[in-house]
């Protein structure tokens, strides 16, 4: 079982900036993929941005341009680095981690985007 973790959300103000991490039981370099979604109130989960093993990123248009995935290995942590914030941003985040038999999910954590 592969526990995830996700840290950092919270308030933040139209066109502010928020950073995400999310931890991992393990290495986080091991795993095949790691990614990270989103769910706002009364919506599907929502697909934002995905990092491969060996390094690969891959962004939904609704991100493109104001998301990046990274990863730190002195830390052992997946970030996601959110600029240009809307208030359609708001959503519970969730962080995945892909392994050869599952994709694990962590709880998730609350952003909102509001003035």
């Known amino acids: 079982q592969v526990q995830v973790v996700e840290s950092g959300g919270g308030l933040v103000q139209p066109g502010g900036s928020l950073r995400l991490s999310c931890s991992a039981s393990g290495s986080i370099v091991n795993f095949n993929a790691m990614g990270w979604y989103r769910q706002a109130p009364g919506k599907q989960r929502e697909f934002l941005t995905s990092i491969t093993r060996t390094g690969t990123s891959n962004y939904a248009d609704s991100v493109k341009g104001r998301a990046t995935i990274s990863r730190d290995g002195a830390k052992n942590t997946l970030n996601l680095q959110m600029d240009n914030l809307k208030p359609e941003d708001t959503a519970v985040y969730y962080c995945?981690?892909?392994?050869?038999?599952?994709?694990?999910w962590g709880q998730g954590t609350q952003v909102t985007v509001s003035s």
């Open positions: 995945t981690a892909q392994t050869d038999r599952s994709t694990y």
